[in-house]
């Protein structure tokens, strides 16, 4: 360990399995990230089209020891220099979230280290404060992943009010599925991203929808399924599919639809901090568009480089920093919960 490491430091050794990504990270007092390793799966759920729950859960098992002892090695530190273990335990594929649940629950046990179970969306959120270092609540954030699309109102470190939500899919899987059905393939963001720039972004008139009930909830398989029709009508008629267009006109639908809802909420709570979170705000053309309205409306724009976009344990470190700060600590009960609710214990 070097010697700027005084005593006080709080030094978070964090894990993430939530999904397809065997992470671990070594963070240093919530924002200074000393080692960042992700395994990512990709390669291996690639041939399938998707992620195969069960496959996830072996490879987790396999790497995960590995992963851990390269982050420790990476940041110079042993397991004897921690101050705590951070996990995600919720939300997730239960038996991907397992394998990191009971490999920290095992550290935290044979070393006497606090365990501090964190939740996968308040990590995505908090990937925020490790390259923003004069970021704090509050402040509006837009978590979009494979598996999630939040508005979130981020009250103060570990305190959030939801706005709004999908009512359906997520605006990752929508990228995946629609990917998928202009033969993309997996994993569709990126694939959608790089083909939109050769395509026309109004070639197509696809929907944007809005919900009638909650101005701040969001829908994403009406366009999905409008892209699927769109391309049986063309088969039909005989007419050419021009995947780059489809791919430019989704993206720009969907992106149409997360920038106003967002927006919308910005104004209602005169927001002058927003934040974006998760794998699809990787997405260049999401970025570009935030952020011409953020500088439109005096609105900080903030959000984190694509490697802490898309799952990564430091990002994990990060909230777990917070929540042990505030008193946060979980007990060698500490279970999976695939369907864990933000703001919830
Ligand atoms: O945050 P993440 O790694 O995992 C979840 O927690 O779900 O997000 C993965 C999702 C995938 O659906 C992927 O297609 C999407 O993020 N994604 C993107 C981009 N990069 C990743 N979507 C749009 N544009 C991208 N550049
Ligand atoms: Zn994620």
Excluded: W
């Amino acid at each position: 360990m070097d010697e700027k490491t005084e005593e006080k430091d709080v030094i978070i050794l964090a894990i993430e399995s939530s999904c397809d990504e065997t992470a671990a990270a070594v963070v240093r007092n919530g924002r200074e990230v000393l080692s960042n390793v992700i395994y990512s799966q990709i390669d291996l759920h690639t041939l399938y089209g998707g992620v195969v729950p069960e496959i996830a859960s072996r490879k987790h098992i396999e790497k995960i020891n590995q992963v851990i002892e390269q982050a420790l090695k990476e940041a110079a530190v042993t397991l004897d220099d921690l101050t705590a273990i951070g996990v995600t335990y919720g939300p997730g594929l239960v038996g991907a979230l397992l394998v990191g649940v009971s490999e920290a629950k095992a550290i935290s046990y044979a070393k006497h280290l606090p365990l501090v179970g964190v939740h996968h969306i308040e990590g995505h959120i908090s990937a925020n404060y490790i390259e923003n270092q004069d970021l704090e609540p509050p402040f509006l954030c837009l978590v979009v992943s494979g598996g999630h699309t939040h508005l979130v109102r981020v009250l103060d470190y570990g305190k959030y009010e939801i706005l709004g939500m999908t009512r359906d899919d997520a605006a990752g899987e929508a990228f995946d599925k629609v990917a998928r059905a202009i033969g993309l393939g997996y994993p569709g963001g990126p694939k959608i991203e790089k083909a939109a720039h050769e395509g026309d972004p109004d070639a197509i008139a696809f929907p944007r929808a809005r919900i009638s009930d909650n101005p701040y909830d969001f829908s994403f398989s009406g366009v999905k399924s409008a892209v699927l029709n769109y391309i049986n009508g063309c088969r039909m008629k005989g007419e050419e599919i021009v995947p780059v267009d489809i791919a430019a006109s989704f993206q720009k639908a969907v992106v149409d639809v997360l920038v106003s809802h967002t927006m919308h909420a910005a104004e209602v709570f005169s927001i002058d901090k927003l934040a974006i979170a998760g794998g699809v705000a990787s997405n260049g053309a999401l970025r570009d568009a935030m952020r011409q309205v953020c500088e439109k409306r005096h609105i900080r724009f903030y959000h984190p480089s694509p490697i802490l976009c898309t799952d990564n344990a430091a990002m994990i470190g990060a909230a777990a920093y917070y929540e042990y700060m505030s008193g946060t600590r979980s007990g060698l009960d500490l279970n999976a919960i695939p369907y864990l609710k933000l703001g919830e214990r």
